[in-house]
């Protein structure tokens, strides 16, 4: 029986390059050709087919005209180890087991008087990009059918690890490194959706009042800030706060002014910096104030000068339906449980937490009703506790101050019981301190 090797030269597909503990939203793994170009595979988002969820894997490359392509893959890990990705007749297909033994075919096809295989040849713990992992070594061949003969494509493996999934195609496409739970392994580029905004979008309620968001870089590079468009007519006061510094600007269609400039305000690796919006003027020739509602997208222009040089940007939207901050609210008694997201958000070192108690309860004590409202870590273990007592219907307002704590995301949980017959209320909030 003859052994012969032929080369290995398959293109670039999603389906070649299943992630398994990349299936994170924010997590990415970077891949590179011959020609020494990279580009990133992103975990973008979580979506709902058949009942099942599956997380949206996207192409990322930075020297592109068009930064982002189609959805490439629709992938889903069931349990531990049953790897998945959504098919071209919108099923199921399984790529990996990763608690398939040596000797394991993992795939089998016919062409002609052929066989060819995919075939677990061993399985050994070692480090490719991240310490003790699980590495699969896959061999790749071809039976000839009438003489018996195999033959093998070369390189004749290639390798699936537990904690990146596939790792490499032929000999020509390679991982050179992914980013997972905020880490980097081996070489990762810095993309945008590195770069976040505390919040959904920005809203200046009244008249001297101001919006403002944390603008994070959680790359491991830095970041400059080059511009501001929006296309509407109205004009924003604002300024940035950066390290002890504040940056007055006015806003009108772009800022800078001149188009051509830039603001070069750079967000350090890991840091952030606040933008806050106020006097919005709706008209900025007739100057009206935020008496009516008015809503704009804004669109912030960033840049990465580190190792390689592209921009990208990112929208927000701002918005504001105002009342003179002098007009009074007449405060009435609430009709449902609700906990408010806590402001500001990110905060340092204190930031105000609202809730309110309805007027049916079924109390435990003459008219009133036992609420705790307590803080814990990402761990589960409890850091706070802001109330523990009885209360009336109303709405409470609690400053949690976390002047002891060291930064990082935390989690508020408002009990209130009983409210039914059926148990108590329960709801849960997250809040991030910034230091």
């Not at 011959?34 to 894997?57: A, S």
């Not at 629709?74 to 007749?89: A, F, K, M, P, V």
């Not at 990009?129 to 494509?153: E, F």
């Not at 009244?206 to 603008?215: E, F, P, T």
């Amino acid at each position: 029986m003859k052994t012969l090797f032929f080369l290995s030269v398959l293109l670039f597909s999603a389906q070649f390059f299943p992630q398994s503990q990349l299936l994170k939203v924010g997590s990415a793994a970077q891949f590179s050709n011959e020609t020494i170009e990279y580009w990133l595979v992103l975990t973008t988002g979580i979506v709902n087919i058949n009942d099942k969820e599956y997380f949206t894997r996207q192409i990322y490359s930075p020297w592109s005209d068009q930064a982002f392509f189609s959805n490439i893959a629709y992938e889903r890990i069931e349990g531990d180890s049953s790897y998945y990705i959504l098919n071209s007749n919108n099923e199921d297909s399984l790529i990996f087991n990763f608690n398939w033994d040596a000797g394991k075919i993992i795939s089998r096809d016919t062409s002609d008087n052929n066989i060819i295989e995919e075939r677990i040849d061993s399985i050994s713990i070692g480090t490719i990009y991240i310490p003790q992992d699980t590495i699969y070594y896959i061999s790749n061949y071809s039976i000839d059918v009438s003489t018996g003969d195999t033959s093998y494509w070369i390189p004749p493996y290639y390798e699936y690890t537990k904690k990146l999934g596939r790792i490499g195609q032929g000999i020509f496409v390679f991982m050179s490194g992914a980013k997972i739970d905020g880490v980097r392994y081996g070489f990762v580029l810095p993309y945008p959706e590195e770069i976040t905004f505390s919040a959904d979008s920005i809203y200046v309620q009244a008249d001297g009042d101001s919006g403002s968001i944390y603008i994070v870089n959680n790359s491991d590079y830095y970041v400059s800030l080059d511009s501001i468009l929006t296309n509407s007519i109205y004009g924003y006061n604002g300024k940035f706060f950066m390290r002890g510094k504040e940056h007055f600007f006015y806003l009108v269609q772009y800022y800078p002014n001149q188009y051509s400039d830039t603001l070069t305000i750079n967000i350090s690796a890991h840091d952030s910096i606040i933008v806050s919006f106020f006097n919005v003027d709706l008209c900025p020739i007739c100057v009206n104030s935020v008496e009516t509602f008015f809503q704009d997208t804004l669109q912030f222009e960033f840049s990465f000068h580190e190792l390689y040089n592209y921009t990208f940007s990112k929208l927000i939207g701002i918005s504001g339906q105002g009342h003179l901050s002098a007009v009074g609210v007449e405060e009435e008694l609430p009709y449902n449980f609700e906990l408010l997201q806590n402001y500001p958000n990110p905060f340092n070192p204190s930031t105000k937490i609202k809730y309110t108690i309805p007027t049916v309860t079924l109390s435990l004590s003459k008219g009133d009703t036992y609420v705790t409202l307590k803080v814990y870590d990402v761990l589960g273990n409890e850091v706070a506790v802001l109330v523990d007592e009885f209360r009336q219907a109303g709405i409470y307002e609690v400053t949690f101050d976390a002047s002891q704590l060291s930064s990082g995301i935390y989690f508020y949980t408002l009990k209130v019981y009983p409210v039914s017959e059926a148990g108590i209320f329960i709801e849960t909030k997250k809040l991030v301190l910034m230091k």
